[in-house]
């Protein structure tokens, strides 16, 4: 192993650790961990950690009434977005929690997405176009409730730029080359 994967590997265990010990007492501490754990699954493309932050019987709301039910639902749709932007980062600008009862928060998160469809997607082969970070904007609500010790997210209502992308990997160009005046 090259000394550059190992030590890769070793900053990811590292980062896994940190994420993993983030006490949760508060909305700040709640954001960093929701936050962190969204930057470590999507920009280091970790899949496995979906199961450390999301509850086994999750449901997902999605734009035009679509919804996603299970943790193995959720993690297909996140593998299947990074599969066609292998490159994808995400940029979590805002997020904020509220109290939402004992041992439960409702968290909000503005983000973005950059990337190239440079592999296969549901719409079909790449068309190597890139997504553009102001045009991608996405939004969540999330609850999070502690449960069994852990805090995970048991449900959650998100706005994917989902025309936005779907524009970027068909190369539908009167989407894509929009400009803002």
């Given at each position: 192993m090259?000394?550059?994967c190992?030590?890769?590997s ?16 508060d909305?700040?501490?709640l954001?960093?961990?929701i936050?962190g754990?969204?930057?470590f699954i999507?920009?280091h493309?970790?899949f ?8 086994d019987?999750?449901?997902?709301r ?5 919804a ?7 993690e ?12 994808l980062?995400v ?8 109290p939402a009862?004992e041992?439960?928060w409702?968290?909000w ?5 950059t990337?190239?469809n440079?592999?296969?997607?549901i ?9 553009e ?41 009167s989407?894509?080359t929009l400009?803002?005046?």
């Amino acid at each position: 192993m090259s000394t550059y994967c190992l030590e890769a590997s070793k900053q990811l265990h590292a980062d896994y650790a940190a994420l993993k010990a983030i006490e949760v007492k508060d909305a700040d501490s709640l954001c960093a961990y929701i936050k962190g754990y969204w930057e470590f699954i999507i920009n280091h493309k970790m899949f496995g950690c979906i199961w450390d932050i999301y509850a086994d019987e999750i449901e997902v709301r999605r734009e035009n009434g679509f919804a996603l039910r299970g943790i193995g639902a959720v993690e297909a749709n996140i593998m299947n977005l990074c599969a066609a932007f292998s490159d994808l980062k995400v940029d979590i600008p805002v997020i904020f929690a509220a109290p939402a009862g004992e041992d439960t928060w409702q968290v909000w998160m503005r983000y973005y997405f950059t990337g190239t469809n440079n592999s296969t997607s549901i719409y079909g082969p790449p068309s190597h176009l890139k997504l553009e970070h102001d045009k991608a904007l996405n939004i969540s609500s999330f609850t999070v409730k502690k449960i069994d010790g852990e805090w995970l997210i048991t449900f959650e209502y998100t706005g994917h730029c989902c025309d936005y992308i779907r524009a970027v990997c068909t190369g539908d160009s009167s989407f894509t080359t929009l400009k803002f005046d």
